[in-house]
Nanobody, 125 residues
Framework: QVQLVESGGGLVQAGGSLRLSCAAS????????VGWFRQTPGKEREFVAG????????NVADSVKGRFTISRDNAKNTVYLQISSLKPEDTAVYYC??????????????????WGQGTQVTVSS
């Protein structure tokens, strides 16, 4: 079992930056692919970025490419999502999730077994 806790969300002005963290406990996160998703009310969770176990391969959704960067520090059992040039449409609850595999990045929620509770990001215009 992997417990995931997101942090780093908050209220920020458009154009600003945030770094979200996803910290794991219970088991090491270093064996698993980790993804970040976001969700707004009434919509399905949207994949935004993923990273394989070593950090050597990443996948960032086209809709946020160039502004979102995913990375990980396995020594700290933590995965990060750096968000820059924030836009009001980035407002959402951001979730991290761990897959049961290490070297493939699913872009669908169904590929992930463990989820955090989410952190709210609100971008004001």
């Amino acid at each position: 079992q992997v417990q995931l806790v997101e942090s780093g969300g908050g209220l920020v002005q458009a154009g600003g930056s945030l770094r979200l963290s996803c910290a794991a406990s219970g088991r090491t996160l270093s064996s698993y692919t980790v993804g970040w998703f976001r969700q707004t009310p009434g919509k399905e969770r949207e994949f935004v970025a993923g990273v394989t176990w070593s950090g050597g391969t990443t996948n960032v959704a086209d809709s946020v490419k160039g502004r979102f960067t995913i990375s990980r520090d396995n020594a700290k059992n933590t995965v990060y999502l750096q968000i820059s040039s924030l836009k009001p449409e980035d407002t959402a609850v951001y979730y991290c999730a761990a897959s049961g595999i290490s070297s493939y990045i699913y872009t669908s929620q169904s590929g992930y077994h463990w989820w955090g509770q989410g952190t709210q990001v609100t971008v004001s215009s």
